[in-house]
Structure formats: C-alpha cells, structure tokens
C-alpha cells in the first residue's frame, strides 16, 4: 500500500465507494439503506458515524449511530433532541466544533452528547439535487481523525451516491404505497357497489380508509333535502358520541357547511385557526380535532353530503390525501345514493302492500292477457277464495258478473285510456249468492307507456245497500207515524169545528186526544233534531266534571211515575256520593233518558231496574227490563242509525230507530262504553259506563 496520504485517501474513497454500491443495489427499503451507510462508513473510517433522515411529516428524525466495530444503535429522536436542522440548513459539508454551539444547543441535544470536539456533518441530499425525493436528512461523522480520509472537501460526490440509492428506494416505497392504496380504493368501490344497505357501506368504509389515510377518525354528513341541515352518521363518530344526541349542523355552518355550500375540497392542518371551524361539537364530546380533509359528496350536480378524514396521525395532511380521499368519495356518494333510492323503493312497496292489504275493497290486477297477477285479502274474502287458486288463472273464468263480463269490461278500461270507467252489477260467489258490487277499472303503463296491467277495484255495496233499505224503512216508519196522529189530530179537530162535542165534558177529552198526539208529534220531531244536532256535533260538548246523583234525583221521579202508569214494577239503587265523572250533563240526561225509556216501552208488564254504581275507576249505569227482548241476530246492528228490531215492527211499537244510535255516539264521544245482553221474549239489560274524574 502506498504512503502518500492523497493516492491512501482516493483509494480508501474508492473502496468505500465500492462497498457501498455492491450491497446498496440490493436494498430497497430505506431505512436499511441508512443503517449499511452509517455501518459502511464507521467501518471504513474508523469513525463514530451518525445517520439521521426526517420522517415523511417532518415531525421527528429516524437515526443510526454506529461505532467503528460495527454497534448499531437506531433511534428515533424528536426536534428536542436533535439539532439537525441547523445542520442541513448550512447546505453543504462543514466541521462543527462542540464547543461552539450556540447557548443551550449542547445540554438540549443527543447529537452533542457524542463528540468530545467537533463532527463533519453533511446534508442529504445536497442543495441543487434535481427533484428529490429523499426527505432531509444528515450524515455525521463524531470527531474524525487526522487518519479519516473522509472529509469537507471529499465527503459530498460520496452523499451524492448515497442519495440516489434513498431516491430509489423512496420511490420504490411510494410506487408500493400508491398499489396498495389502489387497491385499497379498487376493493372499497367493490364493496360499495356490492350492497345496498347503508349500515354496511359504512362498516365497509371506516377501517380501510383510516388504515390507508393514516388518521384518527373519518365522518360522512348526509344533507337533509328539505332543510339543507347536514347530520353525521352516528356509527362513525366513535364512543365518545355513543350517548350523545345525533350531531347536526344547520345549512352552510361549520367547515362541513361550507364544502356542501361551496362544493369544494378543503385541506386544513390547524381547524382552530381556520375561521370556519365550529368547536362546539368538540366542547359536547370531549373530542379534539386538529386536523381535516373535507371533501364534498356529489350525485352528478346534486349534493348529498361530504366526507371528512379527521387528524393525521403522522405528520399534514397534503395533495395526495386529498385525491385519495376524492376517489373513495365518488364511490361512496354513489354508494349512499343507490341505497338510499333502494330504501325509498322497499318503503313504497311496503306502504303500497299495507295499503292493499288494509282496504276493505277487492283489488285485483291482471295482465295483459287477462290472466291473474295479485288479490288482495277482501277480494278473496268477496269471492270465498284463496289467492293459491287465483293467481295465473283467467279472470273472466274467475269472476261471474250478472250483467255483462269482466273480459268485456277489461276491453271498456282499454279503450278509456286514462279515463276511470264503472261497472255496477252484481258477482257470483261459489254457492251461488250473489254480492252487489261497483268495478273501477284503470290502466297500468310502464315506463314507455305501454300498457303491462289492468287495476280494478271491487267496492261492496251490500252495506249501502242495507243503509238505504234502512233509511227506506225509516222514512216508511216516519210516514206512518206522523200519518196516525195528524190524522187523530185533524179528525178530533173538525168533530169539535163542527160541534159534535156539545158537551163539555166531551170536548175536553176530544182536546185531551189533539193534546196528546201533538205531544207525540212533537217528540218525534224533537228526536229528529237531536241526531241532526248530534252528527253536527252539537250535543257533544267539550267535557266537564258532572256529579250524578243530582241528575238521577231529577230524571228518575217522572220516568218511574210513567212506568207506574202503564202498570210496570220501578226500583232503583242509586249508590250515594257517586264520583263524577266526565260528559256533558244534558247529554247524560239524554242518554239515560232514552235507556229508561226504551225500557219502559218495550216492557209489557215486569220491572224496570236502575242501578249505578262505581268500582276500579268507572261509573256503571245499569237499566234492566223484562220486556220483549232483542232477538240475537239483530243485536249486531242495534246501535246502527234507523235500525229497528223487526219484534218491535210487528209488534207495532212506534220508534224511529234513532234513539240507541244517539246513545252509543254520545257514550263514546265522551270515553264511556255501552253493552247489551238480551234474551228475546224474557228482557233486555244495558251496561253504560264512564271514566272516573280525577279530582
């Protein structure tokens, strides 16, 4: 070996050089690259050797001190132990004598812990580096010696080497880093796609974007489309919004608001200088954010929300999370919004099922063939079918009409179009019995307006029908009624104009019968008013506390002296001090009134009974009588207005049919139930009951 100093140097340098470049090429990871530098150096330099490169974030250096004999002891150091940055500022290779540090430099920093005198220090990479990629770092040797051959002058071609093998492999780190968040984005649009329910998209989204992105938590905002309000999705939020109200933010409020307003990204490091930022839902949650990327969530130009990536874990958040987060947004706003309309979709089809299933009318679609497609339950109860025997079938063959059929009215409904024609007849159940109905028919297009489905409603008229055979029977009974006494009246009249009553004795009774049958008139017309005024809502006034035991002292004397008359058995028990209890007191009069008087009525001889009492928060009125009875069938239409029990019609006892049809309505208007158990020819008992006032 030669023993000139400048040809030892150059070739120590070169095999320095050497060494490094053979196990360099195979290294791709960066971190490994620093720590055979700092080896390789020491090694060849007989010289403390101390490698430092900054983190991505540039919030702390990663270190490698090495000892001539091959000690490596790695580290991470935070700014308040390194010094490095005044280091890498000076821009080149320099000595810097420990003693020479500015105040506070020597205690404060572990890198001035190592030298006894000086170190050569040199940046990496070197200013004028073209587009590095290298973050900043250092390469320092500890007290080198007069035998080092590396020093200011020879020292900086070497870190140019170094540095393109830490370009290599940072490249390399970022071109794997980029595959594995394409492929993170590619598998999170999948799964988007491959669900349409909401609490899914959001279990598939949180833990791969917070992995990928590096940060604390992520948050996705729905704007409300009446209000604009934006509400954050509950299960992202975390523990610590588990017991707290849905966070909700009023329209263009909040770093939110103005993305969704403004339909722009925003990237800010430091929310609490940002003037936008609302802190109140930190001060709620006990939260604290620091750090965010907001981005909005758009349907083409519709917004449906935003998207936000919340405190950076290592270091700012930049450009590149920006566009990662943008590429999962995409996805994702589409995700929501097919969700959503598939939601909205199962919703409607859910009401229009209870819809049909909950009308009392038949409805019954057939295709364009006329086959089947759908019954609901009252058509199938109409026809006394089941929708097995029904579906696919002919519905001409199905449904028999008296008059006409179905096939000839579906050819009416196709040539009405959009028109809603009608069809009243009358259909065949299977034992024959027929029900007379009203079809309405309509079309069903699809989208391109061709017809696919033919609608029709079948509305049973067998109830109408009983109304109006009922309100026919009533105006029959009215004519009747009021044909008797204006024809005693009218009668009775003339006899006196024309003074076949000389006698005085005569003439009063002839006055007595016109007295009578006017007063009998004028209950029948008063009666009628009443129902008027009670489905005007008239008698039923707002309730009041009404004590009973008054009402009953003035209503049961003269019911019980008129029940007396006719020869009938009274009694009464009345407990005393009833509570009161909640009505109306002309109402109440009216109701036991038309009870009692009921009773009294259809009572040829027997008792008529009146208890009341209370018992576990009710009033019960009890009226109990041995008359005709109601015969079982009619029981289920008693209370129904101008129904008349046909024992009372042969029987030839007056009534309009109106008076149980008042009581019932009056009973439930204010709370109380009515029932009735009767056996025909042995006597009827009705049970009224009211709520108990609390006072």
């Known amino acids: 070996m030669t023993n000139d100093p400048i040809t030892r140097d150059k070739s120590s340098i070169h095999r320095l050089w050497e060494t490094l470049t053979a196990e360099l090429t195979g290294i791709f990871d960066a971190h490994f690259v620093c720590a055979t530098v700092a080896a390789e150096v020491a090694k060849h330099t007989n010289t403390k050797t101390v490698v430092g490169i900054n983190d991505p974030g540039r919030h702390y250096f990663d270190v490698w001190v090495c000892d001539p004999d091959g000690t490596v002891e790695q580290a991470r150091w935070d700014p308040q132990r390194a010094t490095f940055e005044a280091l890498i500022n000076k821009g080149k290779a320099a000595y810097q004598k420990k003693y020479a540090l500015p105040p506070g430099q020597l205690v404060s920093s572990a890198l001035w812990q190592l030298p006894r005198e000086r170190i050569l220090a040199v940046p990496m990479p070197l200013p004028g580096h073209s587009d590095p990629v290298t973050p900043p770092g250092i390469l320092c040797l500890i007290d080198p010696g007069a035998d080092c051959f590396l020093d200011a002058d020879n020292i900086e071609p070497l870190i ?249 009215f579906r050819l009416d409904v196709l040539d009405a179009g959009h028109d809603f024609p009608q069809l009243a007849t009358d259909i065949y159940q299977p034992d024959g019995e027929t029900v007379p109905v009203l079809i309405s028919g309509a079309i069903i297009p699809d989208v391109v307006g061709q017809v696919r489905e033919i609608i029709f409603v079948f509305s049973d008229l067998r109830q109408i029908r009983e109304v109006e055979r009922m309100r026919d029977d009533f105006f029959h009974g009215i004519i009747h009624e009021l044909r008797t006494p204006l024809a005693t009246i009218l009668m009775y009249a003339r006899l006196l104009r024309e003074g076949k009553a000389p006698e005085k004795e005569k003439a009063d009774r ?119 009875g109601i015969p079982k069938e009619s029981l289920p239409n008693l209370f129904g207005r101008f129904f008349r029990a046909q024992t009372a019609v042969e029987r030839g006892i007056a009534g309009t049919g109106l008076g149980l049809y008042m009581v019932k309505e009056s009973v439930e208007h204010y709370k109380g139930t009515i029932d009735v158990s009767s056996i025909e020819g042995k006597g009827s008992t009705f049970t009224v009951r009211f709520p108990i006032v609390e006072m």
Request: glycine share 6%; charged share 25%.
């Open 160 to 408: 140019t080497n170094i540095t393109v093998f830490l370009d290599r492999a940072y490249l390399r780190q970022q071109v794997h880093r980029q595959n594995i968040e394409f492929g993170v984005v590619s598998d999170i649009s999948f799964a988007l796609t491959s669900t349409l329910s909401l609490q899914k998209i959001y279990e598939q989204l949180i833990d791969p974007v917070r992995r990928t992105l590096i940060v604390e938590t992520i948050s996705v905002g729905l704007i409300d489309p009446t209000s604009g309000d934006i509400t954050f999705v509950q299960t992202l939020l975390g523990p610590l919004f588990e017991d707290l109200p849905p966070v909700r933010i009023k329209k263009a409020q909040g770093i939110a608001g103005w993305v969704a307003e403004h339909k722009q990204a925003v990237i800010i490091n430091d929310v609490y200088s940002d003037m936008r930022f609302l802190d109140k839902v930190d001060r709620q949650s006990g939260f604290r954010t620091n750090s965010m990327v907001c981005i909005p969530l758009q349907v083409e130009e519709r917004m449906i929300g935003v998207l936000q990536a919340i405190n950076k874990k290592s270091g700012d958040f930049n450009e590149h999370d920006l566009r990662l987060l943008q590429a999962i947004g995409g996805p994702l706003a589409a995700a929501i919004e097919n969700a959503r309309l598939h939601s909205d979709v199962i919703a409607e089809k859910r009401r229009v099922e209870t819809i049909l299933t909950s009308m009392s009318e038949g409805l019954l679609t057939i295709n364009i063939d006329g086959l089947i497609t759908r019954a609901n339950d009252a058509l199938l109860s109409l026809l006394n079918a089941e929708d097995d025997s029904l579906i696919g079938k002919s519905a001409n063959a199905i449904i028999r009409l008296r008059t006409g059929s179905l096939d000839q």
């Open 510 to 628: 002839f006055l007595g019968v016109i007295e009578r049958e006017s007063d009998r008139l004028q209950k029948m017309v008063r009666q009628m008013l009443q129902v008027a005024k009670l489905e005007a809502r008239e008698l039923q006034r707002s309730p009041e506390p009404v004590e009973l035991n008054p009402l009953f002292e003035e209503m049961l004397p003269p019911l019980a002296d008129q029940a007396t008359e006719k020869g009938l058995a009274f009694s009464q028990r009345i407990e005393p001090g009833l509570p009161p209890v909640q009505g109306n007191r002309d109402t109440l009069y009216l109701i036991f009134k038309n009870l009692i008087d009921n009773a009294t009525k259809f009572t040829m001889s027997g008792t008529i009974r009146v208890d009341a009492y209370h018992k576990a928060g009710w009033v019960y009125v009890v009226v109990k009588d041995q008359g005709i």
